[in-house]
């Protein structure tokens, strides 16, 4: 006999589930609206017949990165209308996964092998709005589907395969700041991406975003003091629609007042079906890409600084390879700064099998405006 329902949820004078406590010969209970787990648990102990149409397909389903990290999407569509973007007219308004549905897919990804997972949406801060943070079950406990549980969640189940979370597009509201002492605390990584785009109230209104930027500066030092170690990640738009020099001078003072770890930055260019094309006063084509030179420039020093701190302390490296150069190989890694394929490595020596996905300690001995350089101390614990 399986238990499900609202009971279900209960707990004991213990702390343990309360039907199991009075019917120990239950195979197992969940809370109300767990299809999902019911249906796990009914295969667990009457496997289903073999489909020859599915059973080839591993239950991490089939994705497209390396096997060591992955991404977990939470949610599609976004709420919001910025004036560059058609991502709401093409997938439309914010839709949220259920908590228990995506921690169940981070479970069977971790089960595969994987070691790093890359939390993605349009809006992450967002996620469990549309459902109004509706409770949802995990483990038969109930948990409700909101950033917060999310990370929380995310951060037991990986400390379970000595594994990273990495939060990615996450939105500068108030409620963020709960995230901060998770990251402190070493539950998911100490990194927020968080596309500002720009830093002027003005070019931010016609931008249509929903942050003003006036309070932008008070919230980084405050996640900083909660989490010194923290890495913050940003894109921005040079030359958007109207933007004076007098505004893409405020948005340079930003970024040397927020020294922000890792920057991107694009030359605003027309999207066909964007709201931003009927704008006025659109700057000209090479005075985009020149303000964009410019805000590169000015971050790939602020990007040096800010490595240069890493230099004689020992770091915690992700394995991605080797990078066969003029003297011969040495190993790539990424640290807990570093997401695949748009922030620096790690460059590495060091003896022994370095196999890809593996976790190993690096002294670090070197810095430059992107990447670390260093030396493999030792190897770190297995999973």
Not at 13 to 18: S, T
Request: glycine letters at 8%.
């Amino acid at each position: 006999m399986i238990v499900t329902g609202c009971l279900g949820a209960r707990t004991g004078a213990g702390g343990a589930n309360l039907v199991s406590e009075l019917h120990p010969s239950v195979l197992a209970v969940t809370g109300p609206h767990a299809a999902a787990e019911v249906v796990q648990h009914v295969h667990a102990h009457l496997p289903r017949p073999h489909d020859p149409f599915v059973d080839l397909v591993p239950e991490a389903g089939i994705k497209l990165t390396p096997r060591h990290y992955a991404y977990l999407k939470i949610s599609e569509g976004c709420n919001h209308r910025c004036a560059f973007c058609i991502i709401p007219s093409m997938r439309g308004d914010l839709v949220s996964r259920p908590i228990g549905e995506v921690i169940r897919e981070a479970g069977a990804l971790f089960d595969a092998g994987v070691r790093e997972l890359l939390v993605i949406s349009q809006d992450t801060s967002a996620y469990g709005v549309d459902l109004r943070y509706r409770t949802d079950f995990v483990d038969g406990r109930p948990v409700r589907t909101r950033m917060i549980e999310l990370a929380e969640e995310l951060g037991r189940l990986a400390a379970r395969y000595d594994a990273w979370v990495r939060l990615h597009y996450v939105y500068p509201y108030p409620h963020v700041d709960a995230v901060l002492p998770l990251m402190a605390e070493g539950r998911i990584l100490p990194y927020l991406d968080v596309p500002f785009q720009h830093a002027h109230p003005d070019v931010l209104k016609r931008m249509r975003r929903p942050a003003s930027g006036e309070r932008n500066i008070e919230r980084i030092e405050a996640w900083r003091r909660i989490c010194p170690d923290l890495t913050i990640r940003s894109t921005f738009i040079a030359g958007f629609p109207g933007e004076t020099e007098s505004e893409f001078e405020h948005l340079l003072d930003f970024l040397r007042e927020a020294e922000l770890d890792r920057v991107g930055c694009f030359a605003y260019s027309p999207v066909e079906g964007a709201t931003a094309n009927a704008l006025p006063n659109p700057v000209p084509a090479d005075e985009r890409e020149d303000r964009r030179r410019r805000l590169m420039q000015l971050q790939a020093g602020i990007s040096q600084r800010r490595l240069r701190r890493w230099v004689g302390r020992s770091m915690r490296v992700l394995v991605e390879g080797l990078d066969e150069g003029e003297d011969g190989a040495v190993a790539v890694g990424r640290t807990a700064m570093d997401a695949p394929e748009i922030d620096g490595v790690v460059r590495f020596t060091g003896r022994g099998r370095l196999p890809i996905g593996d976790f190993v300690d690096v002294r670090i001995t070197g810095s430059d405006e992107h990447d670390l350089h260093g030396e493999m101390a030792a190897r770190a614990r297995a999973a």
